[in-house]
């Protein structure tokens, strides 16, 4: 069993920051990428940040230059440094790991439960 659990998600002003945080933990193997997603309220959804396991990073266009994704691969964590947080940020925010188990080749991803992100105007 995987169990990736996220914090951070908060109330916050237009302008503030947030940091979520994600720890995984369980019968993980190699974490090929960890990521965040987001669903606003009454949309899909879709992907935020993710960064690889040699380091390669991806945004969504809207948040280029206000969110930075981090992680502690020691301790199977990643990290979303949000800033110049807008309305339209609120949203649902979840943690996702790519990972592989080389003895059984077998690739699976597991998402956490999610954690509330809200701004306001």
């Known amino acids: 069993q995987v169990h990736l659990v996220e914090s951070g998600g908060n109330l916050v002003q237009t302008g503030g920051s947030l940091r979520l945080s994600c720890v995984a933990s369980?019968?993980?193997?190699?974490?090929?990428?960890m990521g965040w997603y987001r669903q606003p309220p009454g949309k899909q959804r879709e992907a935020v940040a993710v960064?690889?396991?040699?380091?390669?990073?991806n945004y969504a266009d809207s948040v280029k230059g206000r969110f930075t994704i981090s992680r502690d691969s020691a301790k199977n964590t990643v990290f979303l440094q949000m800033n110049s947080l807008k309305p339209e940020d609120t949203a649902v925010y979840y943690c996702?790991?790519?990972?592989?188990?080389?003895?059984?080749?077998?690739?699976?991803?597991?998402w956490g439960q999610g954690t509330q992100v809200t701004v306001s105007s």
């Open positions: 369980g019968s993980i193997f190699t974490i090929n990428a």
């Open positions: 996702k790991i790519w990972t592989y188990d080389g003895a059984a080749s077998r690739a699976a991803d597991y």
């Open positions: 960064i690889t396991s040699g380091g390669t990073i």
